[in-house]
């Protein structure tokens, strides 16, 4: 029997996806839109974490500007990690949906504090979206998909920004973790949802029944297995209300989980479009709740009193359901956009009398005016409100960074995401600001420029 019950290939065997991004803003220029909704190919670089820092990096500004926010209750909970474990969310749009960066910032953190479990995985695959490719989320099955940026909803999507909805009432998924070097068992799946699931057997990745105890709840699921697994086969049935958002996978030890939600094409209002993601990410107990987004805020129509507004709903709504979560802002870095200029001329007709005017398009790119404003809306957003911000537009070059990052191979071809040597960069440098606001406090910045 194939792993999970599945014909797909499983470890070992993965294809790594290439990297999808999504924009929907209407507003936002056609051939950027293009680019973004077409295929980003994000070259198979070293996989060495500690890579050189370029030069042009301000390391003097890798810091947490905390804005008189408390982070004692976060010091605390990681000097108590080999005890119970801390859990961190980050939510943002493809940056983190690919989960490049935010991986890095995991294994750093997990290797330094212990790995609780791999944590929140989202059926991407499922819903034809590129899948990060440490973890498994599939099924033979056929469901009724819907993403976050979907002009339309045909059925509630949940806090990861993925929504799957079986078309029988009996159905199977296999989800677990995977990789050529990381060894990373899980003693219990919660599975998120709505509607009413019952879990009716479990088995590993050779068809074997594994003993379990499912424990429902409201709107999760929890499956707890009776001995550790890295790969698992759920069978359940439904009422036809059903629609499952994702899972988390948990090793049932102390250290760190560090959660990602990122969606392809998200902004601020895509979150606040679902209007729960801080009521459903409460399960995961988050000690810190980390927000990267206004990229794709830069690809369309500016209202700044809006963009702060659109931020603090999505504040308000994961503080009001977590409120003794610690919550990060962070700004996005300068990056281009295409510019297409348009010429004509008149030539002369072949072979015939009279001439022809042909038009041509020239496709360009320079930095985009929009990140910058934005990055200033987030800063004075923070400091209004006693949020802590992680100003990576500037950490990352400030003004003018985008050429040093595309002449060091540490963008992709779109100049707007980064390549992975330049995704492991950024997680890095994020990991080393946290450690100094955890381990530092003294060391953090307590105003922007």
């Known amino acids: 029997m194939a792993a999970c019950g599945l014909s797909a290939p499983l470890i070992g065997q993965i294809r790594v996806p290439d990297q999808v991004v999504e924009e929907t803003d209407e507003d936002g220029d056609d051939n950027d839109r293009a680019v973004r909704e077409?295929?980003?190919?994000?070259?198979?670089?070293?996989?060495?974490?500690?890579?050189?820092?370029?030069?042009?990096?301000?390391?003097?500004?890798?810091?947490?500007?905390?804005?008189?926010?408390?982070?004692?209750?976060?010091?605390?909970?990681?000097?108590?990690?080999?005890?119970?474990?801390?859990?961190?969310?980050h939510i943002g749009d493809s940056h983190i949906q690919a989960d490049f960066s935010t991986a890095t910032v995991r294994e750093l953190l997990q290797y330094d504090f212990g790995?609780?479990?791999?944590?929140?995985?989202?059926?991407?695959?499922?819903?034809?979206?590129?899948?990060?490719?440490d973890y498994l989320f599939q099924s033979n099955n056929s469901w009724k998909t819907v993403k976050l940026m979907n002009n339309s909803w045909i059925q509630t999507v949940g806090f990861t920004g993925t929504s799957i909805r079986p078309a029988s009432p009996t159905s199977e998924i296999c989800v677990g973790t995977c990789g050529e070097e990381d060894y990373n068992p899980f003693t219990s799946v919660t599975l998120f949802h709505n509607g009413r699931l019952t879990v009716k057997d479990?088995?590993?990745?050779?068809?074997?029944?594994?003993?379990?105890?499912?424990?429902?709840?409201?709107?999760?699921t929890q499956i707890i297995l009776?001995?550790?697994?890295?790969?698992?086969?759920?069978?359940?049935?439904?009422?036809?209300?059903?629609?499952?958002?994702?899972?988390?996978?948990?090793?049932?030890?102390?250290?760190?989980?560090?959660?990602?939600?990122?969606?392809?094409g998200a902004t601020y209002d895509s979150y606040n479009r679902i209007g729960t993601v801080g009521l459903g990410i409460t399960p995961l107990q988050p000690n810190l709740v980390i927000v990267s987004l206004g990229t794709n805020e830069a690809f369309g129509r500016q209202d700044i009193l809006g963009f702060k507004n659109s931020i603090h709903t999505l504040v308000g709504n994961i503080r009001r359901a977590n409120p003794d979560a610690l919550v990060l802002l962070t700004t996005p870095m300068e990056c281009h956009r295409s510019v297409v200029t348009t010429s004509k001329k008149r030539v002369k007709r072949k072979?015939?009398?009279?001439?022809?005017?042909?038009?041509?398009?020239?496709?360009?790119?320079a930095v985009n005016p929009n990140i910058a404003p934005l990055r200033k809306a987030i800063l004075d957003y923070g400091k209004s409100n006693?949020?802590?911000?992680?100003?990576?537009?500037?950490?990352?070059?400030?003004?003018?960074?985008?050429?040093?990052?595309?002449?060091?191979?540490?963008?992709?071809?779109?100049?707007?995401?980064?390549?992975?040597?330049?995704?492991?960069?950024?997680?890095?440098?994020?990991?080393?600001?946290?450690?100094?606001a955890v381990r530092n406090p003294e060391l953090a910045a307590e105003a922007a420029e």
């Open 386 to 436: 006693g949020i802590a911000v992680y100003d990576w537009y500037e950490v990352a070059g400030g003004a003018g960074a985008s050429t040093s990052w595309i002449s060091s191979d540490l963008f992709a071809k779109d100049r707007v995401h980064h390549s992975r040597q330049g995704y492991s960069l950024n997680g890095r440098l994020l990991y080393d600001a946290l450690m100094d």
């Open 115 to 133: 790995n609780a479990g791999r944590g929140l995985i989202a059926p991407f695959k499922i819903c034809g979206t590129n899948q990060p490719t």
């Open 226 to 264: 009776s001995e550790l697994h890295t790969v698992v086969n759920v069978k359940f049935t439904s009422a036809g209300d059903l629609t499952l958002y994702g899972a988390s996978l948990s090793g049932d030890r102390p250290g760190v989980f560090y959660h990602a939600i990122g969606n392809n």
């Open 38 to 89: 077409g295929i980003v190919v994000i070259p198979d670089e070293a996989d060495d974490i500690d890579i050189p820092i370029p030069r042009f990096i301000k390391t003097a500004a890798n810091h947490i500007i905390l804005n008189g926010a408390d982070w004692g209750k976060l010091r605390k909970a990681f000097e108590q990690s080999n005890q119970s474990p801390v859990s961190i969310v």
């Open 351 to 365: 072979g015939k009398k009279g001439y022809r005017t042909v038009t041509t398009h020239n496709k360009t790119y």
């Open 202 to 220: 479990v088995t590993d990745k050779e068809g074997n029944a594994i003993h379990f105890r499912a424990i429902p709840s409201r709107d999760y």
